[in-house]
């Protein structure tokens, strides 16, 4: 065999692997594994050219993917000023008066229903605090807005207006457009108004953040989004320049109304890739958000919202995933509503035992005990992200847990009910929505926040497993990623700390000694 290009030694490795659980060193040949085991395994891959890391008692495990992140789209999604901090009215209203103008507009990201203390969200509570400039201010959630009079005049918005998908522009009593603009259609018309980054500027930011997300331990996320259609362009002229940190597996859009000549374009795309990142999977909604009203619920919310589906003809998702499935390309469906979750877990039943393992469901943020069992038995994948119970409270006086009262915001983030019903279950963040740090990911998976915090942890294995085997369960990537083993792909994360033992405060703020993505290192401690 050829002297490898890199060995790592003195490490504590996490295989993930049952035939070879535990490990000391790893060598590395063209983006492969080629050895795992002890020092005197791998002594004689090493030659002249080869990379010998001694990794001084760091723990390795296989490579940490993000199993739902929006790294390029979330670019425009976190433009102008960050407003996750902001707590109540008084503190927003003082972050507009400061905030930077971006060609004259205010944009803002990040915004927490909770800052307007259960008043409707109005842009009357904070015009006087920007001096008749255009405001964007996305709400933390990403598929609600909160815009000013200045811009609602800009896009000719002067009342409601009816869409093909579930949207609204939410007005008062009088007929008067409060700026709430709910779920995509409807902000979408603002937010093309929007001034956004250059071509160059989205490059550089997007590599700029891959690189803060590989020093976290990331080496590979799955994209839920396609941008605007030119993120290959984009990531085809990255790769030419260069390299992207991370491995990128992208899932472009299927939305309501979509016929015959929209879901073939879909399959055609799927396999088109680069050297780091490839098309693999469609993305859906079944609903949208319990604070915007529009989860798909079984009974409806505190304020009479959220009865009904994304799409107006639940039926047709249907008939749009079966075509697909048909062609053998995977679903992932945003479903946070235990209406939306019975719907697709529905659906996915009814395309025969030839769908296993091809479909999954993302967020699944309230679930009833009779569906847990499902997942396993009809083979669908749970993709959720543990840290968006940071919105919510653990004595349910949040905006979220106030909608869906106290039987369901009991039944918050089941993570660890749906690993012990079997089912096979993904971690993720949901960048920009969440801070895109793996640490918190696993620190958050293992103790749970806010609303989840009265339910059970996972395990450090099972946190672990949901970046990294479960991950590439969810992408159909088991055979070739998500363990440790001779002839895997070459993703590797070394922590200071091991995961699987370590607090969750000691591990969420624990240093990466070393990630590898495709055989190159993607990041180094100094």
């Known amino acids: 065999m050829p002297a490898a290009d890199t060995v790592l030694t003195g490490a504590r490795v996490h295989t993930l692997d049952p ?41 390795l495990t296989p490579g940490l993917t993000d199993a739902h992140s ?14 996750s901090h902001v707590r109540d009215l008084d503190q927003l209203r003082a972050a507009l008066r400061t905030a930077d103008r971006t060609r004259g507009w205010v944009l803002g990201h990040g915004l927490d229903h909770n800052a307007f203390g259960g008043r409707p969200v109005d842009r009357a509570l904070v015009e006087d605090a920007l001096a008749g400039a255009p405001a964007f201010l996305r709400l933390y959630d990403g598929h609600s807005a909160l815009a000013s009079g200045p811009a609602l005049d800009a896009a000719g918005i002067v009342g409601p207006r009816a869409f093909a998908q579930r949207s609204e522009i939410v007005c008062d009593r009088a007929g008067r457009p409060t700026g709430h603009l709910v ?30 997300m590989a020093a976290t331990g990331l080496t590979g996320a799955h994209v839920m989004d396609l941008g605007n259609g030119d993120v290959p362009a984009l990531l085809s002229t990255v790769e030419y320049e260069g390299h992207l940190p991370l491995r990128l597996n992208l899932a472009p859009w299927c939305m309501p109304g979509a016929g015959a000549a929209e879901l073939e374009e879909l399959i055609e795309l799927q396999g088109l ?35 009904e589906a994304f799409w107006p003809d639940p039926r047709a998702y249907a008939r749009a995933v079966a075509t697909l499935d048909a062609a053998g390309v995977r679903t992932a469906t945003h479903a946070i509503g235990d209406a939306a979750v019975r719907h697709v877990l529905d659906t996915v039943a009814g395309l025969g035992p030839g769908a296993r393992m091809r479909h999954r469901i993302e967020h699944i943020e309230t679930v009833p005990d009779d569906q847990l069992e499902r997942f396993a038995r009809i083979g669908v994948i749970a993709s959720m992200q543990p840290p968006h119970a940071a919105y919510t409270r653990a004595d349910h006086t949040d905006e979220w847990s106030r909608r869906l009262g106290e039987e369901r915001a009991g039944r918050a983030w089941r993570c660890r009910d749906l690993r012990d019903a079997g089912a096979v279950l993904a971690l993720g963040s949901d960048w920009p929505i969440a801070d895109h740090d793996a640490r ?12 989840a915090s009265a339910g059970p942890a996972l395990t450090g294995l099972m946190a672990l497993e949901g970046m990294t085997s479960h991950a590439a ?3 159909g990537e088991e055979d070739v990623a998500g363990r440790i083993a001779v002839g895997r792909r070459a993703d590797l994360t070394a922590f200071a700390v091991d995961p699987l033992t370590a ?13 590898v993505s495709g055989g190159r290192i993607t990041h180094r401690a100094g």
Do not use: N
């Not at 040949?29 to 395994?41: S, T």
């Not at 001034?195 to 930011?205: H, I, L, M, Q, V």
């Not at 918190?440 to 609303?451: F, I, K």
């Open 19 to 59: 035939d070879r659980p535990a490990a000391e060193a790893v060598a590395l040949l063209d983006g492969l594994i080629v050895a795992v085991g002890e020092e005197h395994d791998v002594r004689d891959l090493i030659g002249p050219a080869t990379e010998r890391i001694d990794l001084a008692g760091a723990t």
């Open 70 to 83: 929006h790294p390029v789209w979330g670019i425009e999604m976190a433009s102008g000023t960050d407003l």
């Open 183 to 212: 779920e995509h259609a409807a902000m979408d018309l603002v937010g093309a108004l929007v001034p956004g980054p250059s071509r160059a500027e989205r490059r550089a930011r997007l590599l700029a953040l891959l690189d803060a």
């Open 273 to 307: 890739a680069g050297r780091h990142w490839r098309i693999g999977g469609v993305k859906f909604f079944m609903d949208g958000t319990v604070e915007g009203g529009t989860a798909w619920l079984e009974h409806a919310d505190c304020h009479g919202q959220g009865t």
């Open 440 to 451: 918190r990911v696993l620190a958050a998976a293992r103790g749970p926040l806010g609303a």
């Open 473 to 475: 369960l969810a992408a």
């Open 503 to 515: 607090g969750t405060d000691e591990l969420a703020e624990a240093p990466i000694r070393l990630t």
